[in-house]
């Protein structure tokens, strides 16, 4: 099979949502439909707030990048954080995580962001390993999060 990453498109988010929803259950994370959708079309169509990449194979969309944008003073302003990847179990092993990462930090590169932080689970020793692998270090700070109350529209 052959496989390619293009930019997503709002056709795609009822597909994107599909394949967030398999990550959430096979991670066992909670999912919320309602939020997702609303950070997916912000992410397309506000591009200040990073990317989004449909993994596809023919016409099939079977997994997804997403990359957004930050603001850390100690890291010189903006920068990217490679938020999310998924590709379904059986196109995995194609070596898709590299070429995604190549993506984002073409991605980076063009919006002038001068880092690229990634999240991973603590107890992730295995995806640590991987990531450090691609040049990735541990920084000098930990990423901690706190929810805020819900932001309503006027």
């Known amino acids: 099979m052959t496989y390619s990453l293009r930019p997503a498109a709002a056709g795609d988010i009822d597909r994107l949502q599909e394949l967030r929803q398999e990550r959430s259950l096979a991670e066992r994370t909670a999912f919320d439909a309602s939020k997702s959708r609303s950070a997916l079309y912000e992410l397309l169509f506000q591009p200040q707030w990073g990317r989004a990449w449909a993994i596809t194979t023919g016409d099939a969309i079977v997994g997804y990048v997403l990359m957004t944008v930050g603001f850390h003073v100690d890291l010189g302003g903006q920068h990217g954080f490679f938020d999310e990847m998924y590709v379904q179990q059986e196109h995995r092993g194609h070596d898709l995580g590299t070429r995604a990462l190549a993506v984002v930090e073409s991605a980076c590169a063009q919006m002038g962001l001068r880092h690229l932080l990634v999240g991973v689970n ?33």
């Open 122 to 154: 603590q107890a992730g020793v295995r995806a640590q390993t991987q990531w450090r692998q691609v040049g990735f270090s541990d920084g000098p700070f930990q990423l901690m999060i706190k929810a805020l109350p819900e932001r309503t529209w006027p």
